[in-house]
Nanobody, 118 residues
Framework: QVQLVESGGGLVQAGGSLRLSCTASGRTFSSYAKGWFRQAPGKEREFVAAISWSGANTYYADSVKGRFTISRDNAKNTVYLQMNSLKPEDTAVYYC???????????WGQGTQVTVSS
């Protein structure tokens, strides 16, 4: 069974940092694009960041550009999201995603809660 499992969420004060991880099991996603999405209460799920299969290309939502960094380690089948200078508006459930060539693709993680207090 294919699974994407996120970890690293939690409660942090504004200005703080968190690092999310998403590890895949059941198959190898080294040739897949990967990304992070988030959903705040009462809002639609939105794109946060994406990375190409090789890691050579990265993409960010304007709201996180300069604060968040996406990276991947294909040997560990893991994608990361380093989040710095966190703001209360970053509070959401963060989801990992994998897709062939682009995201969003067919594979989603279960989500990890990030709460930023003011």
């Amino acid at each position: 069974q294919v699974q994407l499992v996120e970890s690293g969420g939690g409660l942090v004060q504004a200005g703080g940092s968190l690092r999310l991880s998403c590890t895949a099991s059941g198959r190898t996603f080294s040739s897949y694009a990967k990304g992070w999405f988030r959903q705040a209460p009462g809002k639609e799920r939105e794109f946060v960041a994406a990375i190409s299969w090789s890691g050579a290309n990265t993409y960010y939502a304007d709201s996180v550009k300069g604060r968040f960094t996406i990276s991947r380690d294909n040997a560990k089948n893991t994608v990361y999201l380093q989040m710095n200078s966190l703001k209360p508006e970053d509070t959401a459930v963060y989801y990992c995603n994998a897709g062939e060539g682009k995201v969003p693709g067919d594979y989603w993680g279960q989500g990890t809660q990030v709460t930023v207090s003011s």
